[in-house]
């Protein structure tokens, strides 16, 4: 018993300093978040991206959208993609053995003839069932292909796609009219640009019109209210912050632009993964720093794509389950390059940091909601203890979820209004009771199932975009 009490004690100390290590990491990475956003504001008053609309050196870019499953919204989102604000473009839509009516959506509603288009295969994939097009539509090309996942869909994408960038995008976003323009900029400013990714923001509520955001309306659901806020918290604090350093592990998979080349030579997209998204960057930061070549990978936070957040909790728990899984996958497959400081700032900071807060995080936080209350429960826990450790984590929550709410509306492309943004706030408060909580033993699943999960890829349910 005196052993089993040195270990509760011991791990209650461990617990509470993990969470002030954490709680402080969050805490830097907002601060930086703070100023870079202030400082490209500033930049962009005088260098806007609609300079480069006209430019004889903005390079055409390829839209794959890989669709699984997806009547409600494909029909609407192919009209948006289509006209989109970007001189030159192609839309090239791949139906991954779609089991509901997506595939007859699409030729029916485009009027798409069956083609027999030359493709170079430079990554292998699943066979191809059929290519269609229609004159009518000149930029839009549509493949029915056999089942191979999202991953296998994006490399037959890149192996029909004619342009030199491709734009990852999913088929239940969004993406602003704009939105790839303010990306594509980017290839130009600085020609070392393998990949851009945008700020991904939770539809829910908001309408959206012809492909343009019109105005941001509180969604109904509390559950669609906490996501917004780790939206902001994820995508501002997080991504803006390891930006400033070159080393995002993750663009994401909703809304990306990758230079097709350097894709190609690094081998495309890993199919034995659900977390395709993270795979591809870190392979690209491996591959780019064995070749010694110089590179960066940026987020832009003012290039905006809408998705829908999970409406219900089975949804949201199988959403963040394979989130977790496809975590674990990528940092088990390239575990050689931690703490390696031949991957420079990839290899001494953001990987070192997802192996330890985003990964054992899950369980150290997991475990410590059942070992913390039971030790006190059996008296091996002081109440001074208990509520002590209680107010910091929560104190701290709350104060990086309001974090995420200020960032919001320090951004060049603001949402929402202040009152909105007040409206908000209590829920960046309440998320701390009970959702966290949920979150955290989704993601402790995702863990615990990893080897029966790690090929599923599990579809969530989507409503129609408000019109």
Known sequence: MGILRSIVFYFNIFCMLYTLALSFVYIIQIVISYFVIRQNNEKKIAKDHKHYINSDNLLPISIIVPAFNEEENIIENIYWMLNIEYPEHEVIII??????????????????????????????????????????YPNLIYVDKEPGGKSDALNTGINISKYPLFVCLDADSMIE?????????????????????????????????????????????????????????????????????????????????????????????????????????????????????????????????????????????????????????????????????????????????????????ALVEGFGYFVIPLAFLFNELSLFFFLLYLAVSTLLGILISLGGLILEQNTNRGAMTVKQCMQLTPYAMLENFGYRQFITLCRVEGILRYHGLKSTWSKVKREPFNQ
């Open 95 to 136: 139906n991954d053995g779609s089991t509901d009516n997506t595939h007859s959506k699409i030729v029916a509603g485009y009027k798409l003839k069956q083609i027999n288009p030359p493709i170079k295969i430079s990554l292998k994939t699943k066979q191809i069932r059929a290519v269609y097009f229609n004159p009518q």
């Open 177 to 361: 009219r704009d939105a790839i323009l303010k990306i594509s900029t980017e290839f130009l400013k600085d020609t070392k640009t393998v990949v851009a990714g945008g700020f991904v923001r939770i539809a829910n509520g908001s309408v959206i019109e012809n492909g343009k955001w019109k105005r941001f309306k509180m969604p109904n659901l509390t559950i669609e209210r906490f996501q917004i806020i780790e939206y902001f918290r994820a995508f501002l604090s997080g991504r803006v912050s390891w930006n400033s350093t070159n080393s995002l592990l993750i663009v994401s998979g909703a809304f990306g632009v990758f230079n097709k080349s350097i894709v190609i030579e690094a081998g495309g997209y890993k199919t034995d993964t659900i977390g395709e998204d993270m795979e591809i960057i870190v392979t690209l930061h491996q591959y780019l720093r064995n070749k010694k070549r110089k590179y960066t990978i940026k987020f832009i936070e003012d290039a905006v794509c809408w998705t829908q957040g999970p409406m219900s909790v089975h949804d949201i728990r199988t959403q963040r389950r394979r989130w977790q899984i496809g975590l674990m996958d990528s940092l088990l497959h390239h575990k050689s390059m931690v703490l390696n400081p031949k991957y420079g700032s990839v290899g001494l900071l953001s990987l070192p940091y997802a192996w330890i807060f985003e990964f054992f995080g």
